[in-house]
Antibody, heavy 127, light 109 residues
């Protein structure tokens, strides 16, 4: 079955760029009507959606982070990536990657939820 | 922006009891766009329900979802010890971003 694994530095200095990669195994990142999302969770707090990408390269971002976020995909490596610039301590969190399924239905869409998640990686922003 | 408000914040129940968790949206949400997740300490969230009422693969039938418009409910018919966790609702894509509720912690009484 499909599995996701986040990787990247666990410590980032303030004002620098956080870079994480999610590797997809057990299936092709290009198959089906799947989208690929990043979500984060500060310690002891709730979930915050960061953004998602389709393998065509189409992206959607959380407006509160949009000016600092870039999500990209590398289908040849079966990976997608997150870059978050100008980080501060408020960006310290566990970062998850996940698979979404969204399909056209009638005049709109049907959302099948985030059914596969990575284990999460802790990123601390500190000097 | 659509805000999802979950209640109660904490629910204390015993195994075997019925749990009812609420998710209220600040604006109407399509049922097709509403999902529920379970998260245990140190673990990633797990998808339970999508489309407001459809169980994800492998989810026991004691979990059920219902609702429409601005009011959605996750019900666990008979609590098992492994069901004690934090539960989140999520709406996809409206206004124009995904949002999660703040979570309901289901704890053993």
């Amino acid at each position: 079955q499909v599995q996701l694994q986040e990787s990247g530095p666990g410590l980032v200095k303030p004002s620098q760029t956080l870079s994480l990669t999610c590797t997809v195994s057990g299936g092709s990142i290009s198959s089906g009507s799947y989208y690929w999302s990043w979500i984060r969770q500060p310690a002891g707090k709730g979930l915050e959606w960061i953004g998602r990408i389709y393998t065509s390269g189409s992206t959607n971002y959380n407006p509160s982070l949009k000016s600092r976020v870039t999500i990209s995909v590398d289908t040849s490596k079966n990976q997608f990536s997150l870059k978050l610039s100008s980080v501060t301590a408020a960006d310290t969190a566990v970062y998850y990657c996940a698979r979404d399924q969204i399909a056209a239905a009638g005049m709109g869409y049907y959302y099948y939820g985030m059914d596969v998640w990575g284990q999460g990686t802790t990123v601390t922003v500190s000097s | 922006e659509i805000v999802l408000t979950q209640s109660p914040g904490t629910l204390s129940l015993s195994p075997g009891e019925r749990a009812t968790l609420s998710c209220r949206a600040s604006q109407s949400v399509s049922s097709s766009y509403l999902a529920w997740y379970q998260q245990k300490p140190g673990q990633a969230p797990r998808l339970l329900i999508y489309g407001a009422s459809s169980r994800a693969t492998g989810i026991p039938d004691r979990f059920s979802g219902s609702g429409s418009g601005t009011d959605f409910t996750l019900t666990i018919s008979r609590l098992e010890p492994e069901d004690f966790a934090v539960y989140y609702c999520q709406q996809y894509g409206s206004s124009p971003r995904d949002t999660f509720g703040q979570g309901t912690k289901l704890e053993i009484k």
